[in-house]
């Protein structure tokens, strides 16, 4: 199996990360402040930069690396509003 079979499926595993989250925060399941749902847009979103840095779809790509920095801020707000010992 070469390169692109392999990106593929991390892009794959990515996409079904992100809507998977998204469709569980929309059914009431996940809410968006829950790590979980972070970490599936994170993990999700780094798959798919990935995924679209290699076929050469850099705004694709530009929207998940945001992506990935506004779920780094949702954990990041939310360890603040914890407040942890």
Do not use: E, Q
């Not at 990360?17 to 809410?31: C, D, E, H, Q």
């Not at 829950?34 to 050469?56: D, E, H, M, Q, R």
């Not at 690396?65 to 914890?82: D, H």
Request: aromatic share 14%; hydrophobic share 55%.
């Amino acid at each position: 199996m070469n390169d692109k079979f392999w990106i593929d499926i991390v892009g794959w595993i990515g996409s079904v990360l992100v809507v998977g989250a998204y469709a569980l925060n929309i059914s009431g399941r996940l809410r968006a402040d829950a790590p979980s749902y972070l970490w599936a847009n994170i993990v999700g979103s780094i798959g798919l930069i990935l995924n679209t840095a290699y076929a050469g779809a850099y705004p694709s790509t530009g929207v998940n690396v945001v992506w990935v920095f506004i779920g780094l801020w949702g954990l990041w707000k939310r360890k603040k509003l914890v407040k942890m010992p």
